[in-house]
């Protein structure tokens, strides 16, 4: 048994403490201090306890290192609580979507704007975006937006468009696409032609923005999730979202530990950062500077993700930058000293991504720096040998194939959606893929991610790509170990061994014993930060 020396302030026994890949099972975990300070049979870890040692009985449960969601969007996830809900599973048809919306503007003045966030235009029964005609019905007398679920994309009505400064003569801009019909804009507004729309939204106020931080990090909390990287911090409030989260911490109202990712490009903050002094690493315990953040393709599901071969309705999606661009922004911040993460979906994305930081990795490799690319979606081995030689770290959501596999299947065929998301190929070659959920576009329950990997199951049952599923234990590894190793915090985070951070889920029962289908339903007890009680589902410590 490795350890620290000295008495515990608390220690969990009772059931199996899974430490990590490499450290394997331990029957008792000691802490002091708020860090890990044993982790061994039960007989030794009692001898560590004191007078005052908190004793946890797992009662046969599993405890692990907390969760880290290493790409995912918590702002976004706490604001989107309070839009018109048009996930799917809410709504079927585009009648429940004219329902929702006119019932929201019913409670609202004349004017004032009508959100709703998560539809699938592929779940509905028509199959087919909302268009500017279907929302005017719905809500005639209020701008109204919604944005699909890939947030890539989304739908305004005639009041918004107008507002927006968008018509028949408004051409598209570089990076983005105005759908059109006819000549007249439908109201679909696709990559940077959502800008127009953003410009004229209403501004969250600072509290706003703190409001939906603590509502979200609660959530995160009762799945287990100890820590998480906000992946485009500026993306929808500027500077503003900077502030928001520095006032919640401030104010203890942050309730994981949370890596910002700093919004980079034309209409991002990164430039604001460095001259603020925000670098990759500053912070806290709780809040930290992580990398600059570029996005540079759309979403497979909405076909935006750029891809080399079209799609089956012809299309190639849509790449934001030009390669020049994408070079000169990732060289500006790495030779900056930053951590850069870009946002690639589709191969023709991914080749771009990967010949910029080529260029901007002059020794052929950036290991040390840690640099990502945030998803990753359609990669083959040709990638996958560059970016083990330039040391990229990948960001997937395997959750995607469950969410939108049928969708892969239908706009892309079979052969190209089974390499989706190569798991286990990123896995045994040692990249240390960071598994996460990039929510709000899927639920931020870490479980249904780990069913998606071990299964690579839709939500139709239809397996895509069965040669990369994980193990359970590979799985878990990638949503702890691997997410803190992205994210830069692995000295402290990911593991349950002596010197880290006691940062712990308690999970109510054993996956390792259960069947893989009773994920689905799995449910956390208790979350641990620093060793202290951040959450308690049925108040078993009082």
Known sequence: MARIDGTADLILSGG?????????????????????????????????????????DLRGRLAIPAFHDAHMHLMSMGRAARNVDLCPGSVGAMADVVARIAERARSLPPGAWVIGSGYDHDSLAERRHPTRWDLDRAAPDHPVWLRRCCAHMGVANSRALALAGIDRATPDPPGGVIVRKNGEPTGLLQERAMEALKHVLPEPTVED????????????????????MDACVGMAGGWTDVEAYEAADAARRLPVRMTMAMAGGPDGIAEKAFAKGYVTGRGNGRLRTGPIKFITDGSAGGCTAAMRAPYTNGDLGVLIFTDRELDDMVAHYHHRGY???VHAIGDA?????????????????????????????????????????????????????RDFGETYLDVLGEQRSAACYPMARWQRRGMKPAMSSDTPVSHVNPFVNLHAALTRRTRAGTVI?????????????????????ACGVDADLGTLTPGKIADVAVIDGDPFARGIDDLLDTRVDLTFLDGRVAYDRVGELG
Not at 16 to 42: M, N, Q, S, T, Y
Not at 362 to 377: D, F, L, M, S
Not at 465 to 472: P, Q
Request: charged residues 20%; contains cysteine; proline residues 3%.
């Open 16 to 56: 199996r403490i899974w430490c990590g890949l490499d450290a394997g099972f331990a029957e008792a975990l000691a802490v002091r201090d708020g860090r890990v300070l044993a982790a061994g049979p039960g007989s030794e870890i009692a001898a560590l306890a004191g007078r005052v040692t908190r004793h946890v």
């Open 465 to 485: 790509g069965a040669d990369e599923t994980l193990s359970l234990a590979e799985a878990l590894a990638t949503y702890t170990e691997n997410g803190a190793y």
């Open 209 to 228: 923005l703190v409001d939906a931080v603590e509502t979200a990090g609660r959530q995160c909390l009762s799945f287990g999730i100890g820590s998480v």
């Open 339 to 341: 951590q850069v993460a």
């Open 349 to 401: 994305a991914i080749d771009q991504t990967i010949a910029a930081f080529d260029r901007a990795c002059a020794e052929r490799t950036c290991a040390h720096r840690r640099h990502r690319i945030e998803h990753c979606g359609f990669v083959d081995d040709g990638h996958l040998d560059a970016m083990t030689r330039l040391g990229l770290i990948p960001a997937p959501q395997p959750v995607f194939v």
